[in-house]
């Protein structure tokens, strides 16, 4: 199946069509940004690390029983994935405070969360991917009630399976963003990708605040050593077996 046409160029990855209007090839790209594309930078390997982790833990997740766009990883950067229409929410799971969660509740870094929250965001780089209330998300109509709770069992069920998998490669899971697709047959589908993009993992036996970021915040926060550290990150996981 060749790549047609580009569809879509996000942050992070490019969309194209292929010859089937059903499948589409998602490109990773290097690129990074961070605070709404504010800070900009390049990740060298990033792509193809995240694409690997993406594709294993897409794979790990659908053995799981949880549906996914994934088709198929074709080359190191390209994975196959379902046409999807996006709902326009990022959904966000925690299970240790970090991040928005610190500075907009005053928890401190590290806290462990009693159970994962999940919150919703509206899906719009123009107002900044503001925190919704229910009532706002439906006032939008940016899903129905039951899509809501659809979404709500699916995290939750999405951080069972993400967070053992984590420990067994060394890494806490600390949060978490998701976003999900409706098929032709309006099913909804767990879509995008997960990768230390979208994630925040920590090293499990590392206690230094700074050590044990794995993931984009090495980036957001001028760490050093990012590449390294998604490298290590793909390693670990492509280790665990399916
Ligand atoms: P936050 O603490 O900044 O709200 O981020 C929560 C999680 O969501 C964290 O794992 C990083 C991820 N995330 C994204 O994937 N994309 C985004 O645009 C933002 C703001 C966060």
């Not at 409706?182 to 879509?191: I, M």
Request: glycine share 4%.
């Amino acid at each position: 199946m060749t790549a047609r046409s580009q569809l879509y160029e996000g942050k992070a990855k490019i969309l194209y069509t292929t010859d089937d209007p059903a499948v589409l090839l998602t490109y990773f790209k290097d690129d990074a940004t961070a605070f709404n594309a504010q800070k900009r930078g390049s990740i060298e390997g990033k792509g193809a690390f995240n694409c690997a982790i993406a594709s294993h833990l897409f794979k790990q997740l659908e053995a799981s029983g949880i549906p996914t766009h994934f088709i198929e990883q074709t080359s190191a950067n390209e994975m196959r994935v379902q046409a999807v229409q996006i709902v326009p929410l990022e959904v966000v799971v925690r299970n240790i405070a970090a991040g928005s969660l610190c500075q907009q509740t005053g928890l401190s870094l590290g806290t462990v969360l009693k159970q994962p929250l999940v919150e919703f965001y509206y899906k719009n780089d123009a107002l900044g991917d503001p925190l919704l209330t229910l009532d706002r998300l439906l006032l939008l109509e940016l899903a129905t009630a039951e899509q809501v709770e659809q979404l709500r069992v699916m995290a939750l069920k999405i951080n069972d399976v993400l967070q053992p998998f984590f420990m067994t490669c060394g890494i806490t899971l600390v949060d978490f963003k998701l976003e999900f697709g409706l098929d032709q047959h309006q099913r909804l589908l767990l879509a995008d990708e997960i990768s230390p993009d979208t994630c925040r993992l920590w090293n499990l036996t590392e206690d230094d605040p700074k050590q044990r970021v794995m993931d984009k915040d090495r980036f957001r926060q001028d760490l050093g050593d990012v590449a390294s550290a998604y490298r290590q990150v793909m390693e670990r996981v492509l280790q665990q077996a399916l």
